[in-house]
């Protein structure tokens, strides 16, 4: 096995995965994925769901990354307690009693030059000697479900890390959903297993497509910034009400699928990464110069189909052009 670069078995869904009667029923849910340890994140979230009380949130895996300080790992577990938890490639190769080769488990595309995955093994290395510093917290981390089926409005919203088929699969990537035969691939899935919608995350870029019979939406990231012209992260609201602040979305008959950015303490978040990821660790090589805010494509990048831009933020983008 090529860590980083192949998954273990145990990271294929079965094929009843999303056959079960769902966990609740809310008229808002917000999926959360990729946080990455970004307590400032955690504490923008937590204040985005007080404004909605009656909301839910699942917090859909890779909760942790950045976070190899075990004070602050404890604090994003603790903030995290409320939710309902799924785990990543992130949390189940940090829960695993041994090494199963799979270094951080994201099973990278060919397209990912060696380097990176590298340094994602090297971070995923740090961030293990971090849970085997605080006693029970592997257990708890492998003991989260990797998938998770709720209503929304009745309406049933399959959730997962990676995609339909894989805990770390990536088949719901920008570079994936743009052909039309994964596209009828995935609608089909969609019809056949009566989804109205798919939300994940893990490819780290956001992307969202509203088909005939359901509608995928890709956070990309929570914990970090997805576009140009913001440091802000990026979650799902799939709800019965449109957000005011949302930056895109999709309506499926009254029922409202939207990205929302997430704005956390910026400066807050580059001294808690600096002082655990300093000059030229594996997460400052990798991850800095986004969290600046560089080398990021427009909000516009992440619509493929079916899913519009919002006036607000249309707006916004006019005036920076």
Do not use: K
């Amino acid at each position: 096995m090529r860590a980083g670069r192949d998954c273990p078995l145990d990271y294929r869904l079965p094929a009843d995965a999303f056959a079960a009667q769902p966990l609740f029923s809310c008229d808002t849910l917000y999926v959360v994925g990729g946080l990455y340890g970004n307590r400032q994140a955690l504490a923008a979230l937590q204040r985005r769901v007080q404004s909605e009380s009656s909301a839910r949130v699942i917090v859909n895996g890779d909760a942790h990354w950045f976070d190899c300080d075990p004070q602050v790992f404890l604090q994003v577990e603790q903030g995290l307690r409320e939710y309902t938890l799924l785990r990543g490639n992130v949390e189940t190769e940090l829960g695993r009693a041994n090494d199963s080769g799979a270094g951080c488990g994201c099973a990278y595309p060919m397209s990912v030059d060696d380097s990176v995955v590298e340094r994602s093994n090297a971070i995923q290395q740090q961030l293990n000697q971090t849970v085997q510093s605080l006693p029970g917290v592997a257990g708890q981390l492998a003991a989260r479900p990797t998938t998770a089926v709720v209503e929304v409005a009745g309406r049933r919203v399959a959730v997962s890390h990676g995609d339909e088929q894989s805990l770390a699969g990536w088949q719901c990537s920008r570079e994936a959903l743009s052909e039309p035969a994964r596209q009828r691939e995935l609608d089909f899935w969609m019809q056949q297993h009566e989804c109205e919608v798919l939300a994940t995350s893990h490819s780290c870029a956001a992307v969202a497509l509203n088909l005939e019979h359901g509608a995928l939406i890709n956070n990309g990231a929570a914990g970090m910034p997805n576009f140009s012209g913001g440091r802000y992260g990026v979650i799902t609201r799939i709800a019965t009400t449109p957000h005011a602040a949302a930056l895109y979305r999709a309506e499926r008959n009254g029922l409202f699928i939207e990205a929302l950015a997430l704005n956390y303490d910026h400066q807050q978040f580059i001294s808690d990464f600096d002082r655990q990821w300093p000059p030229s660790s594996p997460a400052e090589l990798s991850y800095r110069s986004r969290i600046q805010g560089q080398a990021l494509f427009p909000v516009s990048s992440a619509l493929l189909t079916g899913f519009s831009l919002c006036q607000s933020l249309c707006a916004m983008e006019a005036l920076t052009e």
